[in-house]
């Protein structure tokens, strides 16, 4: 059914300029156009990711911009052609679309997919406009989603219908950092029962990676981080051991090498520095060790690294929202988290309403979340 098709007006939270607080602001949404669905935004989460755009660390992105790219909805309206789902239909935007007919959609193995922003910015809609103005100026899109607007218009193929059931506030973190750090260890290190893990970084994001360490049978799970704050929770999540590096004269990678005899047989990077990436590839064992970067770097950040750490067997992969096809495992992720397979919620530190987004961002740069 087609419906509701005039411009809504609504709060949007608006990064006029890379270095600036987001300012909260009505914006105008138009209506979907073919192949669109107009979104209500009931919950979003805010995502390192996030602050990397608010910086003008991450690649290609235009401004001014309406970020978020974590959240949950109701659909509102559809466009023309739009047959995946309807008005009323409980959704979750997907930060990688899924075209469903580029070379990496039709490969069972991969979840990327060339509509992506690392292929082609995703600043504005797929005709190359945008469907949000702010005081007469345009507002560029965030990977298709910009969830930090009350309503956002997206591609049919870059959203997935959920179960009704689904708490929107809780299953928002599903659309990108639970599902990211719970996918490394599960899809893409392929962690083996019995088996010993270090996790870099314990935020969210890594957190989700003990989660999904402990989900396949992990023995030992060793989360490091700088913040001993994050310990608690790492434990109660899973986390056999918490190590700060401050406390120890020699570096990291040598502390975890003599804890675990030859290093770990998995190890995560959940920070997105060049310096923790090498520590995190050296304090894997030398042969079958395998090291996932999860974290996101600055653009144009450049990693050096000796070659006997890759020629001696290491394997060292990088993972993409968890190597989830988004399109077809979030149903499955949603359904999991009913189900209680795993506990997501213990990530929300903090609910806030879209008014106090810049306090949000505050409470992630003081890592009280």
Excluded at 217 to 238: H, T, V, Y
Excluded at 247 to 257: A, G, R, S
Excluded at 261 to 278: C, K, L, N, Q
Excluded at 339 to 359: G, M, R
Aim: with cysteine; proline share 5%; glycine share 10%.
């Amino acid at each position: 059914s087609l419906c509701c098709f005039q411009v809504i007006r609504c709060r949007a939270a608006v990064a006029w300029a890379a270095g600036k607080p987001l300012s909260v602001e009505e914006v105008e949404v138009a209506p979907p156009k073919a192949g669109e669905v107009r979104v209500k935004i009931v919950a979003t989460g805010i995502c390192h990711t996030d602050e990397h755009l608010l910086e003008g660390s991450f690649p290609n992105v235009d401004f001014p911009v309406i970020p978020g790219h974590e959240g949950a909805g109701i659909v509102e309206s559809v466009g023309q052609g739009v047959t995946s789902v309807k008005p009323g239909d409980k959704v979750i935007p997907l930060c990688i679309p899924h075209c469903g007919e580029c070379s990496f959609c039709l490969n069972p193995e991969s979840n990327y997919c060339l509509k992506s922003h690392l292929s082609e910015s995703q600043n504005l809609l797929p005709d190359k406009t945008s469907r949000f103005t702010c005081k007469g100026k345009t507002i560029h899109h965030f990977l298709w989603v910009s969830s930090f607007a009350e309503y956002t218009v997206i591609p049919e193929y870059a959203v997935a219908k959920i179960d009704a059931a689904a708490p929107l506030d809780k299953v928002c973190l599903l659309g990108c950092g639970f599902s990211t750090g719970y996918g490394a260890a599960i899809n893409t290190a392929k962690v083996k029962p019995g088996s010993t893990c270090a996790v870099f970084g314990v935020g969210g994001v890594g957190l989700s990676v003990v989660m999904g360490c402990k989900a396949a049978g992990a023995s030992r799970i060793i989360a490091i981080d700088i913040n001993k704050d994050k310990f608690a929770k790492a434990k109660e999540l899973g986390a056999t051991e918490c190590i700060s590096p401050h406390d120890f004269k020699k570096p990291i990678q040598e502390v975890l090498t003599e804890m675990t005899g030859h290093g770990v047989d998995y190890s995560f990077e959940v920070i997105g520095r060049a310096d923790t990436m090498t520590a995190a590839l050296a304090s894997c064992n030398m042969n079958t060790g395998v090291c996932v970067m999860v974290g996101v770097p600055a653009a144009g950040s450049v990693i050096s690294v000796d070659p006997m750490l890759l020629l001696s067997g290491r394997t060292w992969k990088g993972t993409l929202l968890g190597g989830w096809k988004m399109r077809d495992c979030i149903t499955k992720l949603v359904s999991s988290y009913l189900e209680k397979k795993f506990n997501s919620d213990a990530l929300i530190t903090h609910t806030l309403p879209i008014a106090k987004v810049n306090e949000g961002f505050e409470l992630l740069r003081a890592g009280k979340r």
